[in-house]
């Protein structure tokens, strides 16, 4: 939208809440699916443009929507995909419990506290589960399950996806929902 909205001449500010820009292509996306410096390209185009970036800069928490409303011509909001979905069974707030977007976030941001046990279980059959699992074991996991509750025909990554994860090490398993999360005595699932 930036980059549209300024070659028609207009003077335009994008308000991020990461350190970075790219939004999901560069926080939800693995490196290894999408190289940093095409990202990088794409922004430095952009930024030539004309627009500007204001980073770490969250709208609703350290800028008011008011304020921009007042302040500026127009607002366009493109905040994307921002909520987790959650999957409504016990124990999916325990601790070791992370949703796929918030991990993939914390990753590709370089938070280096992103624990990965040595057995990882990702529930979700999409890009998101199949980036995670894929991931996981590029962390170092010993073992990367993916849980799908409908069958290999309705999943919604392509074959070439689930054949590459497969070769990497993946285990997928059909049919399959969980129930619960179980903890162990210290509270980790």
């Not at 980073?55 to 011509?73: H, M, R, S, T």
């Not at 992370?98 to 999409?126: A, I, M, P, R, Y």
């Not at 199949?130 to 996991?141: E, F």
């Amino acid at each position: 939208a930036a980059r549209q909205l300024a070659r028609k001449g207009y003077q335009v500010t994008i308000f991020e809440r990461y350190p970075v820009a790219g939004g999901v292509m560069w926080v939800g996306v693995p490196e290894w699916r999408l190289p940093r410096d095409v990202i990088q390209e794409e922004i430095d185009l952009i930024l030539d443009l004309g627009v500007e970036i204001r980073f770490n800069c969250e709208v609703g928490k350290d800028i008011q929507f008011k304020e921009l409303v007042d302040n500026y011509d127009a607002v366009l909001i493109s905040a994307g995909c921002q909520v987790a979905q959650e999957i409504g069974i016990p124990g999916e707030h325990l601790h070791g419990v992370v949703s796929g977007l918030k991990f993939l976030e914390e990753v590709n941001l370089g938070n280096e506290d992103v624990w990965v046990g040595n057995q990882c279980v990702t529930v979700g059959g999409g890009f998101t589960s199949m980036d995670c699992v894929r991931t996981v074991l590029r962390m170092g996991a010993e073992r990367s399950v993916m849980t799908y509750r409908r069958s290999i025909h309705e999943i919604p990554v392509e074959e070439l996806e689930i054949e590459d994860a497969e070769i990497e090490g993946v285990e997928i398993m059909y049919m399959v929902s969980p129930t619960r999360v179980i903890a162990d005595a210290d509270g980790r699932c």
